[in-house]
């Protein structure tokens, strides 16, 4: 079975330092894609990065960036220069290679950035 | 640009009652999804669509049921609402050309948080 695991429930970072979110992720797959999600209190689901698997560069949008171990399984959220507009949960998510396309949750990461 | 919207934005139902979950999307999107996030959890699949008139189930099905009569519209129902359906639902869509082409995110509307009493 595809399961995605996010071990860390809850993070905090001060402002303008760097924060790594983890996550890890089963599949029998050679090529999939990865995905970060954030939800902010106002619960919209926001789209914050893309990782295709046969893709060996790392995928950086502005301040995020990931680390993706393909071998490991591993697939970690780096937010550089946190700002208060950056707390919310995020949501690591693996999209499934059959035909539903539906995606794979982790439990997600709470993180504070504090002023 | 409005994507997909999703209406109402709350509700709550006394145990028992029926309701309808509105969703529809303006992008011409194939497949959609209905997914519950309960309080502190992730998303996990109610039902999905990949196209119109052709719906399935995903992990959590029972107490739900959908149509798809229309490209844009992707309506979810309860038939009998109990306590256990106390949930964020979320409706999202996506474009896929065939079967193991997954690059395309899915889009998300702003959910409708349901409490059932």
């Known amino acids: 079975a595809q399961t995605v695991t996010q071990s860390q429930p809850e993070m905090s970072v001060q402002e303008a330092e760097t924060v790594t979110l983890s996550c890890t992720y089963d599949?029998?797959?050679?090529?999939?894609?990865l995905f970060w999600y954030k939800q902010p209190p106002s619960r919209q689901m926001i789209l914050v990065i893309r990782?295709?698997?046969?893709?060996?560069q790392n995928a950086t949008e502005n301040r995020f960036s990931v680390n993706f171990q393909k071998a490991a399984k591993s697939f970690s959220l780096k937010i550089s220069d946190s700002q208060l507009g950056d707390t919310a949960m995020y949501f690591c998510?693996?999209?499934?290679?059959?035909?539903?396309?539906?995606?794979?949750f982790g439990q997600g990461t709470t993180l504070q950035v504090k002023p | 640009n409005a994507g997909v919207t999703q209406t109402p934005k709350f509700r709550i139902l006394k145990i028992g009652q029926s309701m309808t979950l509105q969703c529809t999307q303006d992008m011409n999107h194939n497949y959609m999804y209905w997914y519950r996030q309960d309080p502190g959890m992730g998303l996990k699949l109610i039902y999905y669509?990949?196209?119109?008139?052709?719906?399935d189930k995903g992990e959590v099905p029972n107490g739900y049921n959908v149509s798809r009569s229309t490209t844009e519209d992707f309506p979810l129902r309860l038939e009998l609402a109990a306590p256990s359906q106390t949930s964020v639902y979320f409706c999202?869509?996506?474009?896929?050309?065939?079967?193991?082409?997954?690059?395309?995110?899915?889009?998300f509307g702003d959910g409708t948080r349901l409490s059932i009493l």
């Open positions: 999202a869509s996506s474009y896929r050309v065939q079967r193991g082409s997954n690059n395309q995110p899915q889009h």
């Open positions: 990782q295709e698997a046969y893709k060996q």
């Open positions: 599949t029998s797959e050679s090529n999939y894609y």
């Open positions: 669509s990949v196209g119109a008139g052709i719906t």
């Open positions: 998510a693996f999209i499934d290679s059959g035909n539903t396309g539906k995606l794979i």
